[in-house]
């Protein structure tokens, strides 16, 4: 009995024991197990708080409802998950405070835009639960850690547009599980990792604009997934590897701006999905036909390579295509007929190049094109009358070419069209009065063989900002509604240049307003306005014999009150046997003379014979002969096809030398030479070039003073002037808001050199965005140097006024003291053009008004580029107008030096207290250091 008892309270005994362990060991583990999460979750707070992020706006006085704080989300336990912080907040300078290893859970990480500015803390490894990590628009310095590459569960990468520098990391193939890595706008170098082949699920892969050289690595081919690669503008070398034709899901590809050499693969037939192909500006031997497999493509730029041959008739396999840019190749022959079915065009280009014969006639499909660029070529015939079909055409180029007949009267009905450029041909008969001008901003139509009057429907075009009619054969008199302007009109004429052509009457005052104004070289007669009878304007008006002015008899016969102004003589008979009799005597002398000196020459002639081709540098040594040589070969005497434009004074030529380099040549006219202002000029260009050397001014390489031709040799820079670039809807948008804040650095370092470093100091006098020059990679050059000016500090520097409207310092007007701040103020205005893609004359007249003193900076940005929000380039785009208003000062004294200016683009201490779209213009024009500390 007493057994069994004892067996029972065994089993009672054991049965409280069990049910002891299972429910209260329990419970004190889970209190364990919550006091852990509830201080890993106090560390998240902590870490928070500390990163200095949040307390500005008062949110850590609640240190512990963090998962309400903005940007922060938080699981169910309350661990943060996800960081992303509003651009806002402007985390500059506190990334180092962040503890990374406080965030075991953190899933992603989001600081873009927030200009951090510091390296990237090795720290970042410690989160390894990370699968999304945006870094980008910051301007983060330094190395890419080796420590991100243990981040293996990464999805998402994107460090784009800091300034990161150093090399990919080699074991960036780790990052096993990426499906986009963009590592693009940054200052990285060497070569991509072939690892980079192990990320096998990738699908974005974008390392443009760095600095990245050596090979494309075949391991590249592995990446089966990939849908778009760009390694656009970098320094990347060899041949484009077969194993890219793997990548068959690839739709976008981009190699251009590199130095790639060689052949396209056959095996690019393979990407049958491809629809972006963008090979521009390398060294490629591409042929055509290879092409053909890819019926998808819509997008095709192998522009600036060494294509040649003809362009195949079995490209119409290509029917897709919406861009094509074949432009600057040596391509030949007639353009492919077939080309007429392509109805989903929308770009063409097949500029520079060699194509001849007609443009194709029956092209009725083009209705949804809207850029045609065919300039550069020798095209011939005339232009296709059914015109009318390309409805939705904005852009036309057919300058350069050898068209002939007539402007047909259908281009008229392009509603859209808004820049047409037709220079440079052999047109013929009178420009159409029914010239639909709706939307027209650009019309050149100069260096062709046109004739009658312009007509005056023209003058009512409500957008036309440029009208180029020079070198014509037209007649009659001005329209006056070329100045003024309708109700109707919403811009006003900004360039007109009627150069050399046969036009009669007065000079309208109503173009008072016109900012670039060139009609040399006509029959006008009469008074010069006296709104024009300035220096300045002179070279507006030489080569109009029956023009007369009061104010300046240095340049024009005064006008007599009491007599007629004075007109061109009649040729009677008489006049025509003296003057026959006087070239028979001069004749005879020249040649006298020429011969004379020949012999003298011989006897004085080196036995050596020097090389007809020398170099560019040295060829000016004897008397300018060798180079004369070359440079009349290669123009094919002064050719007007080599024409590229008219500068203040001359025409500027293209010439490729035998050595190959390509060169500008400023020839001065004939009748030009006998005007002692362009004359004065011209020398004056010479000496002044000749003494400085920088590289963000134009070099001279030589010139030539003969008396039969004088010209000046410079480099060659073939994106032209920024006036003309700005005024291109394409070329404006290629010029972004960090290429154009750099090329206002450039000539801000030119003028601080010459004010600042050259002796005796050297003033431009006529600093303009017609006088920017930029070169193939948007680098700006300052140049026309014809009215610059040595400063002699002996002298009281008084002068005439030189420059051009709308840019000259007003203190000119008053003072005729020429010095540095002169081009400080035209810098100021070319500064703040540069960021509105207009002139600002308007913008400062407005500023003056009490009802426009909140204008935002934001709202006078060029609207074709998207207003920059955050970041370094926000922060620049606002230094450049700070810069600007600040050189703009009505006081001269008031003004920047242009070395303070270059200072200030050198220093990389400031930061935006506040964001781009808050900032006024009038907040701006205080003090510098009002919005940058």
Request: net charge positive; glycine share 6%.
């Amino acid at each position: 009995m007493s057994s069994s008892n004892s067996y029972s309270s065994l089993i009672v005994v054991v049965w409280y024991s069990l049910l002891f362990y299972y429910t209260t060991i329990p419970r004190f583990t889970t209190l364990a197990v919550t006091a852990s999460e509830s201080s890993s979750i106090k560390l998240e707070a902590q870490a928070l708080g500390n990163s200095g992020w949040w307390e500005w706006d008062g949110y850590t006085k609640n240190m512990f409802d963090h998962c309400k704080w903005p940007g922060i989300y938080c699981n169910d336990a309350g661990s943060v998950t996800d960081i992303s912080p509003p651009s806002t907040f402007n985390l500059a300078g506190k990334l180092e405070k962040f503890n990374f290893s406080s965030f075991p859970n953190l899933v992603r990480l989001d600081l873009s835009g927030n200009g951090l500015n510091e390296s990237i803390p090795h720290q970042i490894g410690a989160l390894s639960k990370l699968t999304y990590l945006n870094l980008s628009s910051n301007v983060l310095k330094g190395e890419l850690p080796v420590s991100l590459t243990a981040l293996t569960g990464l999805l998402e990468l994107s460090i784009s547009q800091n300034q990161i520098s150093g090399s990919i990391p080699p074991k960036i193939g780790n990052l096993k599980n990426l499906v986009t890595l963009d590592l693009s706008n940054n200052r990285l170098v060497g070569p991509i990792p072939p690892s980079i082949g192990h990320i096998s699920n990738l699908t974005l892969l974008d390392l443009s604009r760095n600095r990245l050289d050596g090979l494309i690595p075949p391991e590249v081919g592995l990446l089966t997934k990939l849908i778009r690669i760009s390694v656009r503008s970098n320094s990347i070398q060899g041949s484009i590897p077969p194993e890219i034709g793997n990548l068959k899901n690839l739709t976008e590809l981009d190699f251009s701006f590199n130095q790639l050499i060689g052949s396209i693969p056959s095996s690019l037939g393979h990407l049958t999905n491809l629809v972006s192909l963008s090979l521009a500006r390398n060294v490629i031997n591409f042929s055509l036909n290879q092409a053909s497999p890819l019926s998808k493509l819509r997008y095709l730029d192998v522009s600036q390579n060494k294509l040649s041959g003809p362009i195949p008739s079995n490209i119409i396999n290509w029917s897709n295509l919406e861009y094509l840019d074949l432009s600057r190749n040596k391509l030949s022959g007639p353009i492919p007929y077939k080309i007429r079915d392509w109805s989903n065009l929308d770009y063409l280009d097949l500029s520079q190049n060699k194509l001849s014969g007609p443009i194709p006639s029956d092209i009725k499909n083009w209705s949804n094109l809207k850029q045609l660029d065919l300039s550069r070529n020798k095209l011939s015939g005339p232009i296709p009358s059914n015109i009318r079909n390309w409805s939705n055409l904005k852009q036309l180029d057919l300058s350069q070419n050898k068209l002939s007949g007539p402007i047909p009267t259908d281009i008229g009905n392009c509603p859209y069209l808004f820049r047409l450029n037709l220079s440079n041909n052999y047109l013929n008969s009178s420009i159409p009065p029914q010239l639909n001008c709706s939307n027209l901003e650009y019309l050149d139509l100069s260096r062709n063989k046109l004739n009658g009057p312009i007509p005056t429907d023209i003058g009512n075009c409500p957008y036309l900002l440029t009208l180029i009619l020079s070198n014509n054969y037209l007649n009659g008199s001005i329209p006056p509604q070329l100045g003024n302007r309708t109700s109707t009109s919403i811009r006003d004429l900004e360039v007109l240049d009627l150069f050399y052509n046969k036009l009669s009457g007065n000079i309208p005052p109503s173009l008072k307003y016109i900012y670039v104004l060139d009609l040399s070289y006509n029959a006008l007669e009469g008074g010069i306005p006296k709104d024009f009878e300035y220096e300045r304007y002179a070279a507006s008006f030489v080569g109009n014999k029956g023009l007369c002015g009061n104010t300046n008899p240095t340049y024009f016969p005064s006008c007599s009150p009491t007599s007629p102004p004075p007109k061109r003589r009649n040729k009677s008979v008489h006049h025509i046997a003296i003057s026959l009799s006087v070239t028979i005597l001069l004749t005879t002398l020249i040649l006298g003379f020429w011969y004379h000196s020949r012999l003298k020459m011989k006897k004085t002639q080196p036995q050596q014979t020097l090389a007809k081709h020398g170099d560019i540098f040295s060829i000016w040594n004897y008397d300018g002969t060798i180079a004369y040589e070359d440079i009349i070969e290669a123009t094919e005497d002064f050719d007007i096809r080599y024409c590229i434009g008219t500068g203040g004074y001359g025409s500027v030529y293209k010439a490729q030398l035998p050595t190959g380099k390509v060169v500008a040549l400023k020839k001065l006219h004939r009748l030009e030479g006998e005007e002692p202002t362009y004359d004065k000029s011209f020398r004056n260009e010479a000496r002044v070039l000749s003494q400085i050397r920088h590289r963000n001014i134009v070099k001279l390489y030589g010139f030539c003073l003969h008396r039969r031709c004088m010209f000046l040799v410079y480099e060659y820079m073939e994106r032209g002037s920024l006036f003309l670039v700005l005024r291109n809807e394409v070329e404006a948008m290629e010029l972004d808001w960090t290429k154009r804040v750099n090329l206002v650095k450039d000539i801000a370092n030119a003028l601080s050199y010459m004010h600042h470093d050259c002796s005796p100091v050297v003033i431009h006098r006529d600093i303009s965005s017609s006088n920017i020059l930029l070169n193939s990679k948007l680098d700006a050059c300052v140049s026309d140097f014809g009215t610059a000016r040595l400063l002699d500090p002996a002298s009281s520097n008084q002068t005439v006024i030189a420059g051009t409207y709308g840019y000259v310092a007003p203190e000119l007007a008053f003072t005729m003291v020429v010095n540095e701040k002169c081009d400080v103020y035209s810098f100021g205005i070319v500064a703040l053009e540069t960021l509105m893609g207009r002139h600002p004359g308007e913008l400062l007249q407005s500023l003056t008004s009490a009802s426009t003193q909140n204008i935002m900076l934001n709202d006078v940005l060029d609207t074709r580029l998207q207003a920059p929000t955050r970041g370094v380039v926000a922060r620049d785009v606002v230094l450049v107008a700070t810069l600007a208003f600040a050189c703009l000062h009505s006081d001269p004294k008031s003004r920047l030096t242009m070395l303070r200016v270059s200072q200030e683009f050198l220093a990389s201490r400031y930061s935006l207290a506040k964001s781009l779209q808050k900032i006024s213009l009038s907040q701006l024009m205080i003090k510098i250091p009002y919005l940058i500390d």
